[in-house]
Nanobody
Framework: QVQFVESGGGLVQPGGSLRLSCAAS????????MSWFRQAPGKERELVAT???????IYADSVKGRFTISRDNARNTVYLQMNALKPEDTAVYYC?????????WGQGTQVTVSS
């Protein structure tokens, strides 16, 4: 049974930083691509960043140079370090894996960027 435990969201001022964590279980974490998505109010869910099993990462243009995705296979955890946050980064952030042709999502963690 695939499960995620997300943490690290909160309220931060513009220009601030947050680090999201997603601890995973129920599948072979080290072999899987892991991703972070976000969904802002009234908008569709969008891909933020993704990291392959070999560590190669891809970012949405809107977060390039500000966000960093990483993984710790010993802890079955994927991280999203978010720097230079902007109000438009406000959203619920979800970790995601596709395992055995099924999409799995974390419960989501709220990130609010506001002064």
């Amino acid at each position: 049974q695939v499960q995620f435990v997300e943490s690290g969201g909160g309220l931060v001022q513009p220009g601030g930083s947050l680090r999201l964590s997603c601890a995973a279980s129920g599948f072979t974490f080290s072999n899987q691509r892991m991703s972070w998505f976000r969904q802002a109010p009234g908008k569709e869910r969008e891909l933020v960043a993704t990291i392959a099993a070999d560590g190669i990462s891809i970012y949405a243009d809107s977060v390039k140079g500000r966000f960093t995705i990483s993984r710790d296979n010993a802890r079955n955890t994927v991280y999203l370090q978010m720097n230079a946050l902007k109000p438009e980064d406000t959203a619920v952030y979800y970790c995601y894996v596709r395992w055995n042709n099924v999409n799995y999502w974390g419960q989501g963690t709220q990130v609010t960027v506001s002064s």
